[in-house]
């Protein structure tokens, strides 16, 4: 197998050698250079080849795929191979590994930010490591012999005047380095173009060999070296399962109008090879489903934040008052969950010309398809070569299914031409899975347009539409809504059921060179219920309504609903007004007199009332006049001819509102008498 791979993953394979062969694991020095979950020991880094490879690969319509590789070890007890970047939160959450040796021991791969922990405990950063002068003068204190323009020179780096002043006229701009020697002398030297440092402190020299190494291998970002460890030996496969991202892949149909009643169906596959490697060979594998697909950024480090507590003094907070009376432990339980359920309580609440019948070249083998619980699954038969970054189409359906010809006429798309239908059934005995169709019809236009298909389970039907039939029309005209009331008495109550009808007409001319099949999808409405003669069958949104047309035939489609409405109505609280309005919508003769009855007695009560009212307010207005009198009769003198008038007034006054509570008391007997008899009525029903 040819495993290709970027210039940028040659690399770093190149520096993974470099580290195998001269660079430990682990530098003393250096503390936490990689995301290490174990530390497989003699890891071997598979080889191109058959001994590497990629087995089998499982497409998902989910976006996702699933990667088999196939190993051969010989006497390793661990193994290593490069993934690009971009795939390794994946990996992180979905290998698994099959060794028939053993168990896995360990994953092990380098940190997302591996230059940044390198350089975190040393004294310069990678931009110092561009210039000599920039990395001395980070060396402060750090032993070195330096040689440049023939001088060399011994002890430890003070620093780097980078814009020290020139000793002569026209000499070239040198940057200066002063050094305390071993003699506690001070000396300084140009760093000229032919510099050279040899640093005399082995640890610092190695720190430095290893964050030049760390700095080169972060250069190539876009691959990654995983190592497993494995308990056991000897020689044997192992297999490595693993999900990536993946380009979807994608479903297109030729649908070939064979004769009347059938058609050939070719699915083809849109795939794409995005894994970073070639497929040579291997085994492709289609999922049609909707899984639920997640992602996680598993390979970058999270620090969790603890809260800062501050140093307490060796003493303690003075404590609260007692402010509340002691109770008993029993009333102080009870009470307690008294309070508990109150709070639960509370949180409850054109044509072209004829051509002759041709039939596509069948594929060389379909895949072999298989329904599962969730989605389907299709097993091309035969392996794929596909280079890392091409595209391929491969048939992997062909079959003969029942085509049934219709006119689909849909009310709410606002045209008089139906669309030019088929109904397919499945009967391939697996899922269809989602795409678009391109319809040809050979023995008429030839191609006749295109469609979506969704899934389709096998066995069930569906609708593809590709194009306006303009042979014939569909006229629809709403008839008006009525209402007819249907009115029971019982217990004092009226209750009112009323059913609501409306109609819709659909006129239909048929084409005049050929049959037709309608079919009218008239939407449904919750809470109706539709009556037609013509109903075939029903959709969750939509009835099917069907009407069979000869050549140049015309038939009409009535599409009746009806909703059911049901009122109760207490008969002791309703007003003449609404008893009046229920009885001009009954057509119930006896029901219609009772109301009439019902309604006369509640507006006798109605004018009762009035009356008493009207009494109320009278005698209110009677003792207002009578108050004012008695003011006036006490500011004047009480032998006065104007005491002696306002006397003769205050017992009119009197004599009045002795009549009006006469009058009062009448009124109240009389409105209680007709409420009694009221009642009575409603309550004899």
């Given at each position: ?164 002043p020139l000793e002569s006229e026209g000499e070239e701009p040198a940057p200066l380095l002063s050094i305390l020697t071993e003699q506690g ?90 894994s970073g490697d070639d497929w040579s060979d291997v085994e492709l594998t289609l999922s049609s489903g909707a899984p639920v697909t997640l ?105 003969q299914l029942t085509a049934e010809r219709i006119s689909l006429f849909q009310p709410e798309r606002g045209e008089v031409h139906p669309i ?266």
């Open positions: 197998m040819s495993n290709s791979r970027s210039p940028g993953a040659a690399d770093w394979r190149a520096a993974t050698a470099r580290r195998r062969l001269g660079v430990p694991l682990h530098w003393p020095v250096l503390a936490g250079l990689g995301v290490v979950i174990g530390a497989p020991v003699g890891v071997t880094f598979a080889a191109e080849g058959d001994g590497y490879r990629i087995e089998a690969v499982t497409l998902s319509s989910g976006g996702l795929a699933e990667i088999r590789r196939s190993i051969s070890l010989e006497e390793a007890a661990a193994l290593g191979f490069d993934v690009p970047l971009d795939q390794i939160d994946d990996i992180l959450k979905s290998l698994l590994v099959y060794d028939p040796a053993g168990g896995v021991a360990a994953i092990t791969l380098d940190g997302p930010s591996q230059v940044e922990e390198t350089f975190r405990g040393l004294p310069f950063t990678p931009d110092d490591l561009r210039a000599l002068p920039r990395l001395l003068d980070t060396l402060q204190g750090v032993p070195v012999r330096v040689s440049s323009s023939g001088r060399t020179v011994e002890g430890m780096v003070l620093g780097v005047d980078i814009a020290a002398q001070l000396v300084t030297i140009r760093l000229r173009a032919d510099a050279q440092l040899d640093i005399l402190d082995p640890a610092v020299r190695e720190s430095l060999r290893q964050a030049v190494l760390v700095s080169g291998q972060g250069r190539v970002a876009g691959m990654r070296s995983i190592k497993i460890g494995l308990e056991g030996s000897g020689p044997r496969e192992v297999r490595l399962d693993y999900v990536v991202p993946a380009p979807v892949w994608k479903t297109a149909y030729r649908l070939i109008l064979d004769a009347e009643g059938t058609a050939r169906l070719q699915a083809w596959a849109i795939i794409e090879n995005a992602a996680q950024r598993l390979y970058q480090r999270y620090w969790h934040q603890r809260p800062e507590v501050p140093v307490f003094a060796q003493t303690i907070a003075a404590p609260a008052p007692d402010r509340y009376r002691e109770t008993d432990a029993e009333q102080a339980f009870y009470s307690g969950a008294e309070m508990v359920t109150a709070d639960a309580m509370r949180l409850g609440s054109a044509s072209l010309p004829a051509s002759a019948p041709i039939s596509p070249s069948a594929p060389v083998a379909v895949a072999e398809a298989v329904d599962g619980a969730n989605a389907a699954t299709y097993l091309l038969p035969m392996p794929i070569d596909l280079a890392s970054g091409e595209t391929m189409s491969v048939p992997f359906i062909d079959a030019a239908t088929l109904r397919l059934e499945n009967t391939t005995g697996s899922s269809l899975p989602p795409g678009l169709v391109t319809v040809y019809a050979p023995q008429e236009e030839g191609y006749a347009g295109d469609a979506q298909l969704a899934n389709v389970p096998a066995g069930e039907s569906r609708m593809i539409s590709f194009a306006a039939d303009r042979k014939v029309e569909v006229t629809t005209e709403y008839g008006d809504s009525q209402t007819i009331y249907r009115a029971t008495l019982a217990d004092g109550v009226l209750r009112v059921t009323g059913i609501t009808r409306t109609d819709t007409s659909y006129a239909i001319t048929g084409a005049q060179d050929a049959p037709r099949t309608v079919v009218i999808e008239h939407p449904r409405q919750a809470g109706w219920t539709l009556s037609s003669d013509a109903l075939e069958s029903t959709t969750p949104t939509s009835y099917r309504l069907q009407a069979k047309l000869a050549a140049g035939g015309t038939a009409k489609v009535v599409a009746s609903v009806e909703r059911t409405d049901l009122e109760s109505i207490a008969l002791v609280d309703s007003d003449a007004d609404t008893l009046l309005y229920w009885l001009g919508q009954l057509d119930d003769p006896a029901t219609k007199a009772i109301l009439s009855e019902l309604a006369k007695s509640r507006q006798d009560i109605a004018r009762a009332e009035n009356t008493l009212a009207s009494l109320e307010q009278d005698l209110g207005e009677a003792s207002d006049g009578q108050a004012r009198i008695r003011e006036n009769l006490a500011a004047v003198p009480a032998e006065s001819a104007l005491a002696g008038r306002y006397l003769d007034m205050l017992e009119a006054e009197e004599d009045r509102i002795a009549d009006i509570e006469t009058r009062r008391g009448d009124a109240e007997q009389a409105l209680e008498a007709l409420t009694q008899a009221f009642s009575e009525k409603i309550s004899a029903l």
